[in-house]
């Protein structure tokens, strides 16, 4: 492969002025699955609160937060009934104030998620559109429609709802109300003033109580064309139900919203946008800070693939100014631990075809170990998935029953669902829950699945273990806080065999991740800082990554 310099918008950033999510590690607290405090088996704020020492140790800057609001938890939490209060199964609103505070006492900044497509089919205000009626202005909040057919008995358009089925479930009265996803999750009308009041009202609650920024979760589903027009013969790209021009005005009044709090904060978008040019636009000075750049959680583990989804990344975000940012896990996703695993090592969402393929753990986690270096070491901000940090792996044999995800129910029972990424973490102990739950604790986890093998790889067991997953994220954390050449900024490719990837950051930074599968000669003139695997006689060993300093100056970035 040829070198070259890959620009980027922050070419010389002032280190003291550089707003810390252009460069900030984010970790993904998935609430119901991260710490039960109270010990009725479902992750809360007290367990979270008691294990923030943790996080803070992990080295990473700030947490974002998987809903944590009132929910009848139909699709875990992004069914949101009130959108200013905590369920009472993560605690009180009280206590999420002391755990934003404390979160700060602890350098750690809080993201909370914001879910603005739709609600609960309890939040009062969809309850209240059911009551009034065929034709009522409280239906104007959510899209109400007559159905088509002689006896209006289909639905007004063929959209299909994510989680399989279509989009519209059928009211008492005969009328029909669209959902993109579960029928519990109403879509909410954005041309509708109430609506955009009332969000402005809800991020401004939340910047009140102090948090740091926002997640917003399907960023690019909110406007819907005007008439909902069926899909099927639809040219006009991209679906009717997303990514339309209206929804860059609505992000342009959060960002005013948000600009007027003091210190900075940030949006970070969930967008599955594809183009790299369409997906940059919501990333334009006055709309949206960051968003999840997908591309990387996607791609085969190849050096192909992996340098051109980077080169593609940065060169959408320059034109902008926006920094990039990297993930390789989330709570909607396969865990990379196994995707690296199989022979088909690529992402996408018809999970249902890869379920239950052979998985090599053992090379998943060398794999996963390798590319936590290469990650951590890109330009831009990177997102740690609660458990990466000790090379936790997807539980796929969980049994039927037990499976919450609402798209295994949806969709028949083909697709598995998301419940073997979301498992109770471990944290220490020889008998499960392994720490997850206060001992005699009154009920079991919410998903009773961890695997045996979890033991050695909890927290506690893994903490001071020379080699293990979680010290290799703990010293890669804070190598990236004291090297001025990581986080946001330039990078350059250096010349490598294709299936090497080898790139250099300001101040000596050098970054090479073997991918294929003879090992290769680690550059000379270097010293190690840190590798994800044992080198062999001086040489880089395959799925394995270093991180290195050099010792001649270069005058290239
Ligand atoms: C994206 C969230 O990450 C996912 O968990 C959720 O099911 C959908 N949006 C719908 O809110």
């Not at 109403?186 to 102090?210: K, M, T, Y």
């Not at 997303?242 to 929804?247: F, L, T, Y």
């Amino acid at each position: 492969m040829h070198g070259g310099r890959v620009p980027t918008s922050e070419d010389a950033q002032d280190q003291a002025t550089t707003p810390w999510w252009r460069s900030a590690v984010i970790y993904q607290v998935y609430p119901r699955s991260f710490a039960d405090g109270n010990g009725d088996g479902t992750g809360d704020i007290a367990g979270l609160r008691s294990r923030l020492g943790h996080l803070a140790g992990l080295g990473v800057d700030a947490l974002w937060l998987s809903p944590w609001y009132v929910s009848p938890l139909a699709d875990g939490g992004y069914d949101v009934a009130d959108y200013r209060d905590i369920d009472p199964a993560f605690g009180t609103l009280d206590e999420a104030e002391a755990l934003i505070r404390e979160a700060h006492t602890l350098g750690l900044r809080v993201v909370v998620d914001l879910v603005p497509n739709h609600c609960s089919e309890q939040h009062p205000w969809f309850q209240a559109a059911l009551t009034a009626g065929p034709g009522a202005p409280e239906r104007e909040l959510f899209h109400f429609r007559a159905g088509r057919g002689e006896n209006g008995e289909q639905p007004p358009n063929d959209w299909p709802s994510h989680f399989g089925g279509p989009a519209w479930s059928r009211t008492a009265d005969g009328s029909w109300y669209l959902h993109m996803f579960a029928p519990e999750q109403p879509d909410w009308n954005w041309e509708n003033p109430e609506v955009r009041a009332e969000f402005l009202s809800v991020l401004r609650f939340w910047l009140d109580l102090g948090v740091d920024g926002f997640r917003i979760d399907v960023t690019d589903h909110l406007v819907k064309e005007d008439g909902l027009p069926d899909a099927a013969g639809h040219h006009h790209r991209p679906h009717p139900w997303r990514d339309q021009e209206g929804v860059h005005e609505i992000y342009r009044s959060w960002r005013k919203v948000l600009d007027s709090y003091p210190g900075d904060r940030a949006f970070v978008a969930e967008l599955w946008e594809q183009d790299p040019q369409r997906f940059a636009r919501y990333l334009r000075q006055d709309e949206l800070h960051t968003a999840f750049n997908f591309p990387l959680l996607r791609s085969p583990w190849s050096a192909a693939g992996f340098r051109a989804v980077i080169d593609a990344t940065l060169a959408a975000h320059a034109p902008v100014g926006a920094p990039a940012t990297w993930v390789l896990s989330n709570h909607d996703t396969t865990r990379h631990v196994t995707r690296y695993g199989r022979a088909d090592t690529s992402y996408d969402f018809d999970r249902a075809a890869r379920h239950g393929l052979p998985v090599d753990l053992v090379l998943g986690t060398r794999r996963a170990r390798a590319a936590a270096l290469l990650m951590l070491a890109l330009p831009g901000s990177a997102y740690v998935y609660q458990g990466d940090e000790l090379g936790l792996w997807e539980v796929e044999d969980i049994p039927d029953h037990l499976r919450q995800d609402p798209t295994w129910l949806r969709s028949g029972g083909v697709d598995r669902g998301r419940d073997g990424c979301r498992v109770p973490l471990p944290w220490e102990g020889e008998e499960q829950p392994f720490g997850f739950s206060p001992e005699r604790a009154s009920a079991a986890p919410w998903l009773d699945v961890q695997p045996d093998g979890w033991r050695e790889l909890s927290v506690a067991a893994q903490t001071g273990a020379p080699g293990s997953h979680l010290e290799l994220y703990r010293r890669a954390l804070r190598l990236r806080r004291t090297l001025p050449g990581l986080g946001d900024g330039p990078m350059r490719w250096q010349d490598s065999t294709p299936e090497v990837l080898d790139f250099t950051r300001p101040d000596g930074f050098r970054c090479v991740v073997n991918l294929g599968p003879e090992p290769t000669p680690v550059p000379a003139e270097a010293t190690v800082l840190l590798a994800s695997g044992e080198l062999v006689d001086g040489a880089l060993p395959p799925d394995t990554a270093v991180w290195l300093r050099e010792l001649r100056e270069r005058r290239d970035l």
